[in-house]
């Protein structure tokens, strides 16, 4: 079993910035990535982010690229969003995932290769 906390949500005003983090504990050393998810209200909830622990490899979605980054303090099990210049449509509940094993052949934009999830952290931006 894998734990997931993620912390750094609030409210913020367009143009603002938050850090998210996400720690993994227990089982982790199967993990082979971590990714980030949102959902927003009405919607389906969407990839944003990814990184392997073994690497240089990140992943963005288009709608965040050059706005958002992620890292990773493998010592702490730990990957953080930095969110920068931040929109409306930004607005969702922010959720850390865990791949393990490679995701079974899934993308790491796939919410499918994920196994484990936290509880998820509100971001809002003001307009």
């Known amino acids: 079993q894998v734990q997931v906390v993620e912390s750094g949500g609030g409210l913020v005003q367009a143009g603002g910035s938050l850090r998210l983090s996400c720690a993994a504990s227990g089982r982790t050393f199967s993990s082979s990535a971590m990714g980030w998810f949102r959902q927003a209200p009405g919607k389906e909830r969407e990839f944003v982010t990814a990184i392997k622990w073994r690497g240089p490899s990140t992943y963005y979605a288009d709608s965040v690229k050059g706005r958002f980054t992620i890292s990773r303090d493998n010592a702490k099990n730990t990957v953080y969003l930095q969110m920068n210049s931040l929109k409306p449509e930004d607005t969702a509940v922010y959720y850390c995932?865990?791949?393990?094993?490679?995701?079974?052949?899934?993308?790491?934009?796939?919410?499918?290769?994920?196994?484990?999830w936290g509880q998820g952290t509100q971001v809002t931006v003001s307009s």
């Open positions: 995932a865990v791949q393990m094993m490679d995701g079974s052949g899934y993308s790491v934009r796939s919410s499918l290769g994920y196994t484990y």
